[in-house]
């Protein structure tokens, strides 16, 4: 187990009827860590996520708007923290929490990096763990992305995530859906740090995937506005 030392964790995680993946996500983040507090911020689900979430000794966020952007934005807001580093990941186990000391380990090493990402697309990726027209969205968005805002990201829109604290504290993002990524990523940069990517692998989801082909507009939305707030 991880988690010797001073620096203390949290982990927000947005939820919305996933009552499938939460427990086990949770399960995998407190035997990596023994010090780290745990934020669900859910989204009116209607099955037993608060519930899992809850027994399994999380602080459950009941969120008052709506998309991943928002309840990034409440928890930022609502929770008091002395943390050093913020996770995030995503509620449907898709992301194994095994890479995450490694990820800590590079943040902690260089005052200069802001936040270490897990990269999808490398030689772990199985086309079977992502529906191709997915894959391919994601790939044109990531193209799109470093191409006009000039943040080099093989998987900009990643969900797993470890950032410094102190960039954190006091943002006000802007993005309320999906696009929550790419606006992290320009802030993390415009706050004069730099962003590392590690290779990871990435696992089928447990639940009813909330992603549409229509989000995907209103990330390439963001991503031009990222630029014209440069």
Known sequence: MFGEGP???LAIVAALNEQEGIGPTITELQAQFRNVHIVVVDGKSE????EVARDMGAEV?????KGKGDALAQAIRQVKT??????????DY??????????IKIIEEDPKIGMV???????????????????VGNRVLAFTHNLFNGVALRDPLTGLRVVRWEI????????RGFDIEVELNHHVERRGYSIVEIPISYRDRLGEKKLKLRHGATILGRIILEVMHS
Do not use: E
């Open 7 to 9: 620096r203390s964790l």
């Open 47 to 50: 099955d037993h996520t608060v």
């Open 61 to 65: 966020i009941s969120q008052i708007g």
């Open 82 to 91: 002395d943390a050093d580093y913020v996770i995030t990941t995503d509620a």
């Open 94 to 103: 898709t992301y194994p929490a095994a890479y995450l000391p490694k990820m």
């Open 117 to 135: 990402c897990g990269n999808r697309f490398n030689s772990h990726f199985r086309m079977d763990h992502m529906n191709n027209v997915f894959h």
């Open 168 to 175: 954190l504290r006091n943002w006000i993002p802007r993005s």
